[in-house]
Structure formats: structure tokens, C-alpha cells
């Protein structure tokens, strides 16, 4: 009772707070990445206030269970109707094995030949391999509409995002299947393979993705269907856990299947989008709270070395991409767009946790400091890379103060005006000179 009444008063407490802080998203970048609720988690958590105590946050677990088969299923729905594209998605694809082989080759490297990283094993490199794909879809949703970002450019690198995550959950379900394998021995029992127990887990995802289907049927009822599918997705997540594999792959598999075989694709979708940012804000602040600082000479170098390795992977990822040669525009903005890592990063390191927890603490360092680090520095860059390209425009903060301040009357009347929108000042690739004659001639209307 005491862990539901706490939990239930930070995450109310965090969705006001992140309410509040979307209003100065545009000057402040960082609170839209959620390094805001990471920190906010590790105040209350046991490490600084000890508010959400070790024996609250582990009777969180199956909270955290439901949680990454919210975005796994999410992500399934998404993909069929982000990824309209097949040679667009290969394309993307190859991008983001580019950019896991270079990280994983680069740290197996290290792990094998240098005597600094005891630390590190197959497993963990494999881990950081897919956890370099993690993008941000939903952080860039909110930068693109914060910034009025020209949407068929922010729309491409939202893909390649997308792919992204989807190329690091598989990678993610391939792990843990590893891991299982490795991990259950008994003797004079045949041990399943590797690829078995990934088989295993995408034909549960299938099995409760068709169930699904099969159950609504013709049904109208949104909360009916809403309920529903928090149901399965609970149920998914248990079995998942139950067998020790990722509950993110299993729910990416539920949510694939019902995208292709259930005619409330669309209403299920929309349904999961809107789950997504009390979902990030619940999860983001369990990580802060699941952290336990460790500061060591390993783990900063592996910080380090983590976000060397994979600046160099994308910038090697968007030279070698043969697709993006006559599209300057698109590589400069990938670099620091694809950087950006949000809240997916954190649901797959809580999913790695719960496989092991032994190393958990020490890839969550990484991660979250990593995620830190770049939700200050990404966002900067993107935005100068998109002012450069003419997708978003440098007058727009401007020009919404200067809105703010005029009489009712006259924004009325703007409104009414079917050619005002054609007038405004977002106008992409709209020169100063020009907007200054535009401000004049609104000012002598007045």
C-alpha cells in the first residue's frame, strides 16, 4: 500500500512538473529529452533521499515489466505505418548494423587486448552493440513541434530513429535468448539454443498477437479495446518474464502482428501513442531511481569511450550510405539528430536488468550518464543543423512572444483569414529582409 501511494505521488508530482517544463521545451531542450525525471528519480530513490526505498523500487518489477511491453507493443503498431518505404527501411537497416558492428567490434577489441576493462564481457559488448541503435522517436515528435521543424525533413530522420529502435530490441531479444541458453543448465536435459529460445519467444509474441485479434473481433467499444490490450500486453510481459527473455521483443512481436491482422490497428495505435509520455516520465524516473552512481576509472572510461565509439559509428554509417550521397542536407542533420538518445535507451537497459542483474548497475551507469551528456549537447547541435538547412526558422520564438502580446481583436482576425497562415514568418527559407517588410505591414494594419 505504501509503495502504490508513493509511486502514485511521484508520478503525479513528475507529469506536472513535465507539463510545466513543456512549456520552455523550445529554450530548454533538455527537459524534452527527460534528463529532468532521471534526475528526479535519483533524488527520491534509496541513493540520495530514500523516499522510494530497494524494497519499494523491487516490488516495482512487474510495473517495469508492463511498462517496456507498453513500448515494445507500441513500437510493433508503429513500424506498419511509419515504415511505408521497403527500400527506405533496408537502407535504414544497414545504417544501424553499421553503426552496432563498429561499437560492439570496438569494444570486444578493447575487452580482449587491453587489461583496463575486466569488466566487459561478450555479453556486454553485444549489449552497448544494441544500445547504440536506440533512437528517440518520441523525444524528436516533441522537437519537431516545439521548434515548427519542417516535417518531411524531420519525418525521414524520425525513420531512421524508428529503425533504430526496432534494429536494438531485436538485438535486444537475440541477447537475452543468448543469455538464457547460457544461463539454464541441467544435467541430462538437451539446452535449448540461442536461436531456439528466440524462435520461442517470437512465436509467444505471434500466439498472443493473433489471440488478440481474434478476441475484439468486430468491437467497437474503445475502453473495451483499450483494456484489452493492456491485458495482453500484462500477460505477454509475464510469460516473457516467466522464461526469462525480453518482455520488449515478445510485446514488439504482439504488437507487429495485431498491426497486420486486426482492423483496429489505427484506434490501437492512437491509443498507445497517448500512453507513451506518462509511460517515459513513470519509467525514466524508476531508472534514476534504480541508479547507483559508480565512479571508477572502468566505467568512466567505458562513458567515454561509449560515446566516441558511437559518434564515429554514425558519422562512418552516414559516409557509407551510398543512399545519402545527393542528400547533403539529410547527413548533416543524421549526425546529431540520430545521437539523440531518449527514453527507449532507458526501457532497454531495465529490460537487461531483470535478465542480469548483476551487471545491470554498471551498464546503467553508462547508459544514464551517456543519456545525460547527450540530451544536453544533441539537441543544440540538431537545431543548428536544422537552422542551417533552412528546416526550422530562427524567428520563430519571436515571433510566438510577439503573438502573445496582441489584442485579442487582432488575432482573431488573423484567424478568420484564410491567407494569414500563408503569411506568417514559419514560412521555411523565408529571408530576414522580407520578414522585417511582413512585420511592418501587420504593424500599419494595425
Not at 524494497?55 to 515489466?65: C, G, K
Not at 563498429?102 to 555479453?123: C, D, N, Q, R, Y
Not at 547507483?292 to 572502468?298: A, I, R, S, V
Request: aromatic share 10%; proline share 4%; net charge negative.
Amino acid at each position: 500500500m505504501q509503495t502504490t501511494l508513493i509511486l502514485g505521488a511521484f508520478l503525479v508530482g513528475a507529469l506536472i512538473l513535465g507539463r510545466y517544463l513543456s512549456h520552455i521545451a523550445r529554450f530548454s531542450s533538455f527537459t524534452v529529452t527527460g534528463g529532468i525525471y532521471v534526475l528526479l528519480g535519483l533524488i527520491l530513490g534509496p541513493t540520495i533521499s530514500g523516499v522510494m526505498s530497494t524494497h519499494n523500487l523491487d516490488a516495482l518489477t512487474p510495473l517495469v515489466s508492463l511498462l517496456l511491453g507498453v513500448f515494445g507493443f507500441g513500437l510493433g503498431l508503429s513500424a506498419q505505418n511509419r515504415l511505408s518505404s521497403w527500400q527506405l527501411s533496408f537502407t535504414g537497416v544497414l545504417y544501424w548494423f553499421v553503426v552496432a558492428s563498429f561499437v560492439g567490434v570496438s569494444f570486444w577489441l578493447l575487452a580482449t587486448f587491453t587489461p583496463w576493462f575486466p569488466t566487459l564481457t561478450i555479453g556486454l559488448c553485444l549489449t552497448l552493440a544494441a544500445l547504440a541503435c536506440a533512437g528517440s522517436v518520441h523525444q524528436l515528435d516533441v522537437l519537431t513541434a516545439a521548434w515548427h521543424a519542417k516535417k518531411e525533413v524531420m519525418n525521414r530522420l524520425i525513420t531512421f530513429a524508428l529503425l533504430g529502435e526496432l534494429v536494438a530490441v531485436l538485438a535486444f531479444g537475440f541477447n537475452a535468448s543468448f543469455l538464457r541458453s547460457s544461463t539454464l543448465v541441467v544435467e541430462g536435459v538437451r539446452q535449448l539454443t540461442t536461436i531456439e529460445w528466440l524462435f520461442a519467444s517470437a512465436v509467444i509474441g505471434a500466439l498472443f498477437g493473433l489471440l488478440f485479434s481474434t478476441f475484439v473481433g468486430d468491437e467497437e467499444n474503445q475502453p473495451k479495446l483499450f483494456l484489452t490490450s493492456v491485458g495482453s500486453i500484462l500477460f505477454a510481459s509475464g510469460i516473457a518474464v516467466g522464461l526469462d527473455v525480453s518482455p520488449m521483443f515478445v510485446n514488439l512481436i504482439v504488437g507487429i502482428v495485431v498491426g497486420l491482422s486486426s482492423s483496429h490497428a489505427d484506434s490501437l495505435r492512437d491509443a498507445a501513442e497517448r500512453l507513451v509520455h506518462p509511460a517515459s516520465v513513470l519509467l525514466l524516473v524508476l531508472a534514476g531511481a534504480l541508479w547507483e552512481p559508480q565512479w571508477n576509472l572502468e566505467l568512466l572510461l567505458c562513458v567515454i569511450l561509449y560515446l566516441v565509439f558511437r559518434a564515429l559509428a554514425l558519422f562512418i554509417a552516414n559516409v557509407s550510405m551510398t543512399g545519402f550521397q545527393q542528400h547533403s542536407d539529410l547527413r548533416k542533420i543524421f549526425g546529431p539528430g540520430l545521437a539523440l538518445q531518449g527514453t527507449f535507451s532507458m526501457a532497454l537497459v531495465l529490460d537487461f536488468e531483470q535478465h542480469q542483474p548483476d551487471t545491470a548497475q554498471f551498464i546503467l551507469s553508462i547508459m544514464i550518464i551517456a543519456f545525460l551528456i547527450e540530451g544536453l549537447v544533441s539537441p543544440i547541435f540538431l537545431r543548428r543543423a536544422l537552422l542551417d538547412i533552412g528546416a526550422i526558422s530562427a524567428w520563430v520564438n519571436d515571433y510566438d512572444e510577439t503573438q502573445k502580446k496582441k489584442p485579442a481583436s487582432t488575432t482573431s482576425a488573423h484567424a478568420e483569414d484564410p491567407s494569414s497562415e500563408e503569411s506568417t514568418p514559419l514560412i521555411w527559407n523565408t529571408p530576414p529582409s522580407e520578414l522585417e517588410v511582413l512585420d511592418l505591414s501587420r504593424a500599419e494594419e494595425s
